[in-house]
């Protein structure tokens, strides 16, 4: 049983909204304006066949500006079967041995890694000393330090860097920013985020401190981090913790399974959140505002997100989250676009800092500052 | 404005659910069994004629077993009103002078003390020395130690000490229980309690360190610790706690404006509370388990507390909260019932624990073992 994929899939099952149309159908209505587009599209490489790196390069396929041409794995029959279901020429195909070469292929734009977390850093650095710019999956890295060793490595390499917060794109997440940035919602005071859900089989990836760099937090605690910082839309000062282990034998040492966290922002304003792997469907957003508030549940699902705010029902339109972020970073890499919410390199690293202060807090019992 | 009040009763409005009944006919649908009750009822003298005496007196109205007969205040203008509106006869009223004399008044059972928390001690001790059973407005004390001297004091007067928990006999509250007790929920993983309003006046007495023994944790954040406990059903381990003090002209030294406080418990069940004085209406509890969720939003309000569960929307009743309570507290202190949650004394003193713990925590940023 993966539950984790259960989880996030379970409402994006319900965007099937109109049963008599194919998926074909679907698509034409999600990208009318597809044809409209005629520059240069977005050449990407996915790097980690897995469950997810699936998920983005189905998502691709409705893409206006994002188009999977490559793929890079150690298991060449999911190399064979990627070529075929994506219609990926051969010259685009690399493995582990031969990544290095990817600099020698002009037909190849970004490499996306979707590989476990503890693979990260040295995949995002392969890549850029390749040349090539990267996307790079969530957590960024197992630290901020291996973070910033990234981020350098890229702007030596003089390519992009950014990470994969498809939340960035997410059309009632953005109604709400707008709404804080507009003053609508007045002073923010409180947010708090839930995030969970009871991870299946114990040898997964997922639980293994090397590959994983951690437990819940690493894999959807970051999303409440992630989410107290775009809702708030400051950068934390402090930050309190309190790690349960209820069963030590799934959860071993160095990976969590539940983790309280604390934060504090200059304003005053402060955010209390839950991470855990063993918890049903725990997916909840919920932001105070000296006007008003705002709610999110799922919060930050595959979707389609659900929300309100002090106004009334969130009803943005549901569009597949990595479609519009590979669309998006289209923009970004090709056009020098700017997000609303940054998703650059730097702003992986500003999680991963708060990342570490809470394992820190974690260990230490105490309060820790950050900078 | 009193935005304490506002808050509490605007729910409360909403009781008036048939508008072309008049309050007696309500009171009579309410207590339609009222008459079937003819054994002696519980004889009621209110000490603080404020505005929570006042809900309490005119609660009363509809009960079957509980009646005003007397009252206690320092202003003989109060006493006055009070003795017309609610036909108190001239003998049941006390003065702070006169006060003990009320030992030798064979028409009084108990006394409702519902001054300001710094009072409450010698009030509920006072009042025990008089031979009365006493019933004290939460919190009971300012402290665990004040609140034990009044479970003993009561105790060596053989005299009943109740606290005012008036959501221990709320419907969709206890249904949650009822669940919770039944394994309905299954195994219990997490509570969030928020609790909060935006204070108003600043000379208020529950601003004053002396009388109200500390800020929004004493007054409102108290809901979601006793939440936690009957919520989870489990007496915490541990407890963190962070304060923040964005208004330190309204919030003197010791006046807490806001605090997040976290709680472990034996199981491995956690908790995530917030208490403060500065954000609008905040008042949910939310209930995780390893089979189903509950949730309460108004959680504490005067209600009609409104709520669903895994299994659906909760429909138990409406009815006045105190008006309940004083029925219940009847069979306790007539009958020796047994409420499904405590609230006696020692059950007061328990939640006085966790307070001085949370404040210990925010003091000393540590973790605070609880025995």
Chains 1, 2 share one sequence.
């Not at 539950?3 to 996030?8: A, E, I």
């Not at 050449?43 to 490559?70: F, Q």
């Not at 997916?283 to 595959?302: M, S, V, W």
Request: include cysteine; charged fraction near 25%; glycine fraction near 10%.
């Amino acid at each position: 049983m993966n539950s984790r994929r259960d989880f996030l899939q379970k409402l994006a099952a319900s965007v099937i909204a109109f049963p008599m149309l194919s998926t074909e159908a679907i698509s034409c209505i999600e990208n009318a304006d597809k044809k409209n587009y005629d520059g240069p599209p977005l050449r990407v490489a996915i790097m980690g066949l897995g469950s997810y790196g699936t998920r983005v390069a189905d998502a691709m396929r409705d893409c206006k500006r994002a188009r999977l041409v490559g793929v890079v794995s150690g298991t060449p029959a999911k190399i064979t079967n990627w070529q075929s279901k994506y219609n990926i020429p051969e010259k685009n195909c690399y493995s582990y041995e031969t990544f290095d070469t990817i600099k020698d292929n002009p037909d190849i734009d970004v490499v996306y890694v979707t590989t476990p977390n503890g693979l990260h850093h040295d995949n995002v650095i392969r890549a850029a000393k390749a040349g090539k710019h990267v996307i790079c999956e969530k957590p960024m890295a197992l630290n901020a330090k291996e973070g910033q060793e990234m981020v350098d490595a890229c702007k030596k390499a003089n390519v992009k860097l950014l990470v994969g917060y498809r939340m960035h794109f997410e059309p009632k997440t953005l109604e709400i920013i707008r709404m804080r940035k507009d003053g609508e919602l007045g002073k923010i005071l409180f947010f708090q985020g839930l995030s969970g859900f009871t991870i299946g089989d114990p040898t997964q990836w997922r639980l293994n401190k090397a590959l994983a760099g951690g437990g819940s937090l690493m894999d959807i605690g970051i999303y409440s981090i992630n989410g107290a910082r775009y809702m708030i839309g400051e950068e934390p000062v402090w930050v309190t913790a309190e790690e349960t282990k209820t069963n030590p034998q799934k959860f071993k040492p160095g990976v969590d399974e539940t983790i309280q966290f604390q934060l504090g922002f200059p304003s005053g304003a402060v955010a209390s959140c839950l991470s855990t792997y063993s918890m049903n469907n725990l997916d909840r957003f919920f932001l105070n505002a000296e006007k008003g508030f705002a709610e999110l549940q799922p919060a930050t699902g595959y979707g389609p997100i659900k929300g309100r705010t002090s106004k009334g029902e969130l009803t943005q339109p549901h569009i597949t989250h990595q479609t519009v972020q590979m669309d998006e970073m289209a923009g970004i890499i090709l056009d020098g676009k700017q997000p609303i919410v940054p998703v650059d390199g730097e702003e992986g690293v500003r999680d991963l800092k708060i990342i570490d202060a809470i394992y820190q807090a974690c260990s230490t019992g105490k309060k820790i500052a950050l900078k």
